[in-house]
């Protein structure tokens, strides 16, 4: 069973940074499309980027330039580095994993911007 460990949340000041980590249990990680969505309170859940197995990544438009998502097979876990952080970037990020027919997700970890 694949499972999805979210860690790096917490409160920032607007401006700061955090470096968000999904730690990913079992086999197949290089093989897994990775991506990150948020959730903020009394939103939609929305995506805010991914990246393939290739390398390829993907942004939402309200994040490029300012958030930056890799990932490391060797360690089996996908990070989201996360600049000039504004207040409505608060919300619960979580992390998904999927490959085909097969779709993952971990618990989440909340980022607050906030002064």
């Known amino acids: 069973q694949v499972q999805l460990v979210e860690s790096g949340g917490g409160l920032v000041q607007p401006g700061g940074s955090l470096r968000l980590s999904c730690a990913v249990s079992g086999s197949g990680f290089s093989m897994y499309t990775m991506a990150w969505y948020r959730q903020a309170p009394g939103k939609q859940r929305e995506s805010v980027a991914s990246?393939?197995?290739?390398?390829?990544?993907n942004y939402a438009d309200s994040v490029k330039g300012r958030l930056t998502i890799s990932r490391d097979n060797a360690k089996n876990t996908v990070y989201l580095e996360m600049n000039t952080l504004k207040p409505g970037d608060t919300a619960v990020y979580c992390c998904k994993a999927s490959q085909l027919f097969n779709m993952f997700w971990g618990q989440g970890t909340q980022v607050t911007v906030s002064s």
């Open positions: 990246i393939t197995s290739s390398g390829n990544t």
